[in-house]
């Protein structure tokens, strides 16, 4: 008896195999990624490998250069959140012609990230001078589900994650893997917005991603995305009100202090020191409604002071410079573009602030 060829079916698991492949290479092109995508926030994650290697370029020309100024020059790196993402570049030139500066703040950042970028450094052989790391009590609260949705979605690699298993749980650990093997998992299209952009090539928000990628590359990783001009603030308390109790719902909502953030964190100081960089704590400062409720609020105001004691402890133990802009005589922001994040204008003291810390640390002052 003849065998029968078994037909055009022994075929379709090859083609589902190559269309799945092919759909895999389609999401990572960052054209349609901005065309699927449901938010910008994989934008500023995407760049910060790029940001690594242009900062590498310029320590490499201070270090071959002839010129004798140029080779004095300094690198300061920013390790925030999207509260440290919005200073103004050009005003730091100006200002500080002779340092370098480079901002790897991100969307609810975290100290695993700070660690992850400063390792990812090491590795690629160039090291900042200075580091400025942000610490904030909603980057401890293992309880929200931010360090999930963006550092855990859209940084580390495997090897990161495998060297520092134990500071992650084996949910988490799958998670990534998970968004690690497949692209279309990590970069998941949102099929109604995607529609919308293909038939509207005009969209707002693809002419906002544009400006914000251009924006963020121009200006050494600094972003624009909340504050839509010069000298713009947020005038209506009531909704500065309504955005800061958001803030509290979202981001430090059933507090819970995070152990391992503090581990990541003395691990960055810990490399940040085996390299000679020198380090400043900061907290932010917070509009008055958001702070009033970190303040009074009978079940998170303990909590966060009991976070603040332990990021003190570390700060003695290390020698590192806490900058507390919320309760500071030298500075004062009363303008926000919402209940978290300050406005343009008062990252200028602000930074003053920070570069008066690397100041005293240079001359072996504590001040």
């Keep these: 008896m003849k065998n029968k060829f078994p037909g055009p079916y022994i075929f379709y698991p090859v ?11 389609i999401s990572l092109i960052p054209s349609v990624k901005k065309i699927t995508q449901g938010d910008a926030t994989f934008l500023y994650f995407d760049y910060k490998d790029e940001l690594m290697d242009e900062m590498k370029v310029t320590k ?15 690198i300061v790196v920013i390790l925030g959140s999207s509260r440290l993402l919005y200073f103004d570049y050009s005003r730091f030139k ?6 370098e500066l480079f901002n790897f703040s991100a969307p609810v950042t975290a100290p695993a990230y700070y660690y992850y970028i400063l390792d990812s450094l090491e590795k690629r052989g160039v090291f900042p001078d200075y580091i400025l790391v942000e610490t904030d009590p909603f980057q401890y609260n293992d309880a929200s589900g931010a360090f999930l949705k963006s550092n855990l979605a859209y940084s580390f690699d495997l090897s990161f994650i495998l060297r520092n298993q134990e500071l992650f749980s084996n949910d988490e650990i799958s998670y990534f893997l998970g968004r690690w093997l497949f692209a279309s998992y990590k970069y998941s299209p949102d099929i109604k917005k995607t529609k919308k952009r293909i038939q509207d090539p ?15 590359r121009n200006n050494r ?27 509290i719902d979202w981001l430090y909502s059933n507090y819970t202090f995070s152990q391992r953030q503090l581990d990541f964190l003395i691990r960055t100081v810990e490399k940040a020191k085996s390299k000679g960089a020198k ?10 409604p958001l702070q009033k409720i970190l303040d009074t609020d009978p079940e998170l105001s303990p909590k966060i002071k009991r976070w603040e004691k332990q990021i003190l402890d570390v700060s003695d133990q290390y020698s590192i410079p806490y900058l507390d ?3 500071h005589d030298e500075f004062y922001c009363n303008t926000y573009v919402d209940g978290a994040h300050m ?25």
Excluded at 94 to 99: A, E, H, L, V
């Design 15 to 25: 083609a589902v195999f190559f269309l799945f492949f092919a759909a895999e290479k």
């Design 60 to 74: 490499d020309r201070i270090l071959s250069s002839s010129n004798e100024l140029e080779r004095s020059k300094k």
């Design 94 to 99: 100006r200002n500080f012609p002779d340092r």
């Design 202 to 216: 005009n969209d707002p928000f693809l002419r906002g991603l544009y400006e914000l990628d251009l924006y963020q």
């Design 221 to 247: 990783g600094a972003g624009r995305s909340i504050i839509p001009r010069e000298n713009w603030y947020e005038r209506d308390f009531a909704t500065l009100e309504f955005s800061s109790r958001s803030s």
């Design 279 to 288: 380090v400043v704590f900061v907290r932010p400062p917070a509009s008055r």
């Design 325 to 327: 802009l919320v309760h």
């Design 343 to 367: 406005s343009l204008d008062c990252y200028h003291p602000f930074m003053v602030e920070v570069m008066k810390k690397f100041y005293f640390m240079d001359k072996g002052q504590n001040n």
